[in-house]
């Protein structure tokens, strides 16, 4: 299988190009080589290189930044991806692109299926979900909505290279420094692995899967406390950890609440979703690994 991969150089797109390489052929492009923006050039990209599936890493990720630059996070999570349906629909491949638990509006008590309503709260969020009603341009589509992506770099090409650095990333990074850390306790996310994501893109494509929407996320939820405060306990360094509210917290983005998701189609699909604590001793163990 060739894959080609756009946004390489991000945490998923690293362990993407690394996942899809390991037994088969990998186009792997960070923005300086393609720019998804680029209507004529992904079109280009596309024809020549003639890829079987294309995995979207590339996106506007400044989620405060995108309430100030409307345009720009419209340009890449929305217009881009509809140039890549565009040339996946040319071209016959499959289309993966990767949603955002932030379409949802935070409000409910039980995690989010598929089946739930949108309801952006951001510019991030809108942007986000406009790129997923146009990746379903491409007739062979698979959405995938991650979530709190962590370790993208850990396992991947360079373990010593952890580019981006996620909410978990800083946490541990605070923590084997011996600086001090602070857990939101009022919001409450279904962490995704990166690792494991990737194995579960894999196995749906592979698999040849029912296209469509999916969660995929690890098994499980937990506030942004209880996250921090996992990592504490299994490093030994709880003292250093603090709890605090969303209300301490000054974003210029809302940030839904409540943001579990169910994984029960993926997994019904064939991807294992381990435990978020299940990922985070795996990840630990990178970590610690490479000290
Ligand atoms: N990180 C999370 O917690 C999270 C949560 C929910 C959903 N997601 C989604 O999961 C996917 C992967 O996220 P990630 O964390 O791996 O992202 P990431 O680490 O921020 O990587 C995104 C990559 O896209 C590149 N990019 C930006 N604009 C581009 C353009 N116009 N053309 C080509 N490449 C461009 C960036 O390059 P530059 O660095 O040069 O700008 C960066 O390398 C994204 O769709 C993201 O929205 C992530």
Redesign the pocket.
Known sequence: MKALV??A?????LELTRVFGQDGEVVAL??AR????DHEAVLHVTRETRPDVIL??????DVDGAETDPGAAMQ??GF?VRSLAAAARETGAVLVH?????VFDGMAVHPYDESASPGPQSVYATS?LLGEWFARGAPRHYVLR????FG?GTEAVDPTVRP?G?TVDRMVDAMLAGRPVRGVTDRTVSPSYVPDVAAATRSLVMGNAAVGLYHCVNTGRATWFEVAWAAASRLGCEPLLSPITMSEVQTRAARPRFCALSNGKIVAAGATMPTWEDALDRYLAARIGEM
């Open positions: 756009t946004g150089a991000g945490q998923l797109g960070p923005r393609l720019d998804i923006c979207n890493c590339a996106a506007y990720n890449v999570n881009g990767y949603g955002t638990d932030f986000k991650v979530e709190s992506l993208g981006l996620s």
